[in-house]
């Protein structure tokens, strides 16, 4: 919605078509019309049909913002059955794998051209692993990993890589699982509790934007391979 407001074609992607279409109408009340693309982040074949759609609708591919959010796995890691274990694989492959297809499909162009900025989207439980979030922890470091080796390769061709690490927006609330034991729920709620906050807020959805959309323009045209962190203060790195 961000870059619309700024005045960029907007292509989305997502596996369901109602995410595209909420998300289309929200980009349409800032006056843009968005190219919406149905497809599996994890299926490369896919993504390189989004990508060569993106190509043919606008003739070129200047930013990639990669935003997923796996399913998340509230249990701790001696918790998790063998049931579980599908789930917890899936969210690693959405989270890592899906990054580094979008990133791979999405940077051939952007290396032709000689310029170009992916900006991942990623999460402060990469930093400090809490309990019960294991999968989803796990797969945004792995993220940060695969974006510094990225802009090392990419770097040359002018293309930079660059990650923002979000923590707790706003007023957002967890939806804790009612099974779940009291240690973990006051685990979780230290987590999220702003007073330890420098700020003494959570940022904004706002906000973030504006920290994604400086990574993807030309105003950090000297960064690359970093982690922006958006989260009020919580962590200092």
Not at 14 to 38: D, K
Not at 102 to 124: C, Q
């Amino acid at each position: 919605v961000r870059a619309a407001r700024e005045g960029a074609h907007v292509a989305l992607m997502a596996r369901t078509q109602a995410t595209l279409e909420n998300t289309a109408a929200i980009v349409a009340n800032e006056g843009a019309a968005a190219l919406c693309i149905s497809a599996d982040a994890t299926d490369p074949a896919a993504v390189r049909g989004a990508v060569d759609q993106v190509l043919e609708r606008f003739g070129r591919l200047d930013i990639l913002i990669h935003s997923l959010l796996p399913p998340h796995l509230l249990k701790r890691v001696l918790a998790l059955a063998d049931a579980d274990l599908p789930e917890w694989k899936r969210s690693i492959e959405i989270s890592i794998f899906g990054a580094l297809v979008m990133a791979r499909e999405a940077a051939r162009p952007m290396v032709d051209a000689g310029r170009g900025s992916l900006v991942f989207v990623t999460a402060t439980s990469a930093f400090q692993g809490y309990p019960g979030v294991s999968a989803h922890a796990a797969g945004k470091a792995g993220i940060h990993s695969l974006a510094q080796c990225l802009a090392s390769e990419l770097g040359p061709s002018g293309v930079r890589v660059n990650s923002v690490a979000v923590g707790v927006i706003g007023g957002q609330t967890h939806e804790l699982p009612p099974d779940m034991d009291d240690q973990m729920r006051a685990d979780i709620g230290y987590a999220i509790d702003t007073s330890r906050v420098a700020l003494r807020r959570n940022p904004s959805e706002t906000e973030v934007a504006d920290a994604v959309m400086f990574l993807a323009s030309d105003a950090s045209s000297g960064i690359t391979g970093q982690i922006l962190t958006v989260d009020g203060g919580r962590f200092f790195r």
